[in-house]
Nanobody
Framework: QVQLVESGGALVQPGGSLRLSCVTS????????MAWYRQAPGSQRELIAD???????KYADSVKGRFTISRDNTKNTLYLQMNSLQPEDTAVYYC????????????WGQGTQVTVSS
């Protein structure tokens, strides 16, 4: 049974920082491409950061230079370090895992709420 469990969401003031974690089980984590998505109220879910099994990263323009995605294959865990948070970063953040050799192997966590407000 595949599980992706996000944590670390919170209420934070503008300019603050948070680190999200996504602990996975039921997959060979080191062989999966991983990503963070977010979905704000009334908006579509958007890809904000991606890291391949070989550690190649890419970011949406909206978070580039402020957010850092990383992974620890020894802990089967994905991270998202978020700095200089702004109100427009308010959203539910989701962890995603994809096995590159099987398009049907696409898994999601339940999400964690990040609210940026003074």
């Amino acid at each position: 049974q595949v599980q992706l469990v996000e944590s670390g969401g919170a209420l934070v003031q503008p300019g603050g920082s948070l680190r999200l974690s996504c602990v996975t089980s039921g997959i060979i984590f080191s062989m999966h491409n991983m990503a963070w998505y977010r979905q704000a109220p009334g908006s579509q879910r958007e890809l904000i950061a991606d890291i391949t099994y070989s550690q190649t990263t890419k970011y949406a323009d909206s978070v580039k230079g402020r957010f850092t995605i990383s992974r620890d294959n020894t802990k089967n865990t994905l991270y998202l370090q978020m700095n200089s948070l702004q109100p427009e970063d308010t959203a539910v953040y989701y962890c995603n895992a994809r096995y590159p050799l099987d398009r049907s192997a696409n898994y999601w966590g339940q999400g964690t709420q990040v609210t940026v407000s003074s």
